[in-house]
């Protein structure tokens, strides 16, 4: 078990969506993939708030340079799911594949746009379908 006493530094910080329907499987998916701990940060539609909403953007920017000053963190992970409503929902699109590829460009692009201000970090796209959660 880990000292969480003595703990204060860990590789990732992560930002998903707010809909209460995929977080607790976000959550458990992330604590097998870093062992645990990791700083977590919701956001609306997650990718649109900080491709579409400066004052979002720099809030996040805000917690991305605290998470790399009390938690040395190496690591980001993007998080995007299915039938996000920020995006208008599932029914906004002809089929699955055609909503994935969509939400692989908007990870795209939010990474680009982080990348920018912190070209150190290491960006990780993932997404979270009806039946598993996958890089992309």
């Known amino acids: ?3 969480l006493k003595n703990l204060h530094h860990w590789e990732v910080l992560a930002v998903a969506c707010i809909d209460g329907r995929f977080i607790k499987r976000t959550i458990d998916w992330l604590s097998e993939q870093t062992g645990g701990v990791f700083d977590f940060r919701t956001e609306v ?4 708030a900080i491709i579409d909403c400066e004052s979002d953007r720099n809030s996040f920017c805000n917690v991305i340079e605290t998470s790399l000053k009390l938690h040395s963190i190496k690591q980001l992970f993007l998080i995007d799911h299915i039938d996000c409503g920020a995006y208008g929902g599932s029914k906004e699109f002809e089929n699955e594949d055609e909503e994935v590829q969509f939400h692989i460009k908007q990870l795209d692009k939010t990474a680009g746009i982080i990348a920018k201000k912190f070209p ?4 990780k796209k993932v997404f979270v379908g009806w039946n598993e959660i996958e890089f992309v």
Not at 45 to 48: C, D, R, S, V, Y
Not at 120 to 123: D, F, G, S
């Open 120 to 123: 150190n970090i290491e960006i």
């Open 1 to 3: 078990m880990t000292d």
């Open 45 to 48: 539609g997650a990718t649109k």
